[in-house]
């Protein structure tokens, strides 16, 4: 897939989520809408694109690696709540590479540990 | 972030919430309680401070990596989990107190509900970049997946 500037290239990983979620039609034309959100985003600004549309920057990867969810539509949205993919940004050879295809609760054991990591620095209890 | 919009930010949230736990849950009939522009206005001000709030937050996932500390990431993950834990509560809470009666309807206006609730995900995803990112196994996993991905 390319708009004639950015490329984009599906990993193994992205891959493997995509056929284990086998989305139906409406949610294909979902990701697929997302996908073409994300090219517009970083061709327009490429550096410092509109998070609207390009997602979020993962803390502390240089900018690199993104995230955006997935506007699912409401029938679709069920119990698990919005699809997320993962992106990296090769900004210098202007090619995105689909990394994830995941729901919040996949990651929810790994953000739950830093959550607790930081409820244990920030959170003291009360000295009388 | 800064942290006089977030005490104000906190006190807001911490208004809507005390109005909302202030109506008993009780079995029987349901009874409307007039909070006429009370609660609307507060949640208009967790609508408006919460948007200050959020791009200050997205500005630290703006900064160079060097500029972003263990401190500085811990406590905003610190602040936006107290975040979407409080919205989420009074979000869930008042629209079962709106259906069941329990507030006006005028005083739990859908347009507004929706936009805090978008306002949420927003917080959520905030959340999520900056959990995952100070996760050392996601990131192993991510630098994994990259090298698969060029391979």
């Known amino acids: 897939v390319a708009d004639g500037k950015i490329t984009v290239r599906v990993g193994p ?13 409406e949610t294909q034309k979902a990701i697929d809408a997302t996908i073409l959100d994300i090219i517009a985003a970083l061709s ?6 509109d998070k609207t549309r390009a997602g979020k920057p993962f803390a502390r990867d240089k900018h690199q690696t993104w995230k955006r969810r997935i506007s699912m ?17 090769r900004r210098t050879e202007r090619e995105i590479v689909l990394l994830y295809l995941y729901y919040k609760r996949d990651k929810a054991d790994l953000l739950q ?8 620095r ?4 009360p000295t009388t | 972030m800064n942290e006089t919009q977030n005490l104000d930010f906190a006190g807001k949230v911490g208004g809507a919430r005390a109005l909302i736990e202030a109506v008993p849950a009780k079995k029987g009939p349901a009874s409307v309680f007039s909070f006429s522009l009370v609660l609307t206005s507060q949640l208009r001000a967790v ?8 791009r200050d937050m997205n500005a630290i996932l703006d900064l160079s990596d060097e500029s972003q500390t263990d401190d500085l990431l811990y406590r905003t993950l610190t602040s936006v989990t107290w975040i979407v834990d409080s919205m989420t509560f009074i979000l869930d809470e008042g ?14 206006p859908p347009g507004l509900i929706t936009e805090i609730r978008e306002l ?22 991510v630098e994994l997946a990259k090298a698969d991905a060029l391979r």
């Open chain 2, 120 to 141: 949420v995900e927003e917080f959520e995803d905030i959340q999520e970049a900056l959990g995952l990112g100070l996760s050392d196994e996601f990131k192993k996993q």
């Open chain 1, 44 to 49: 327009e600004n490429p550096n410092n694109p």
């Open chain 1, 13 to 25: 990983t992205y891959q493997r989520d995509h056929d284990r979620l086998s989305p139906d039609d």
């Open chain 1, 73 to 89: 539509p409401g029938s679709n949205m069920g119990k698990r709540g919005a699809l997320r993919l993962a992106y990296w940004w």
């Open chain 2, 95 to 108: 629209t079962k107190m709106a259906a069941a009666e329990r507030i006006p309807a005028s005083d739990w």
């Open chain 2, 47 to 54: 609508r408006d401070v919460g948007k200050l709030v959020s």
């Open chain 1, 113 to 120: 540990k830093e959550i607790d990591d930081a409820k244990k």
């Open chain 1, 122 to 125: 920030f959170t003291r209890t």
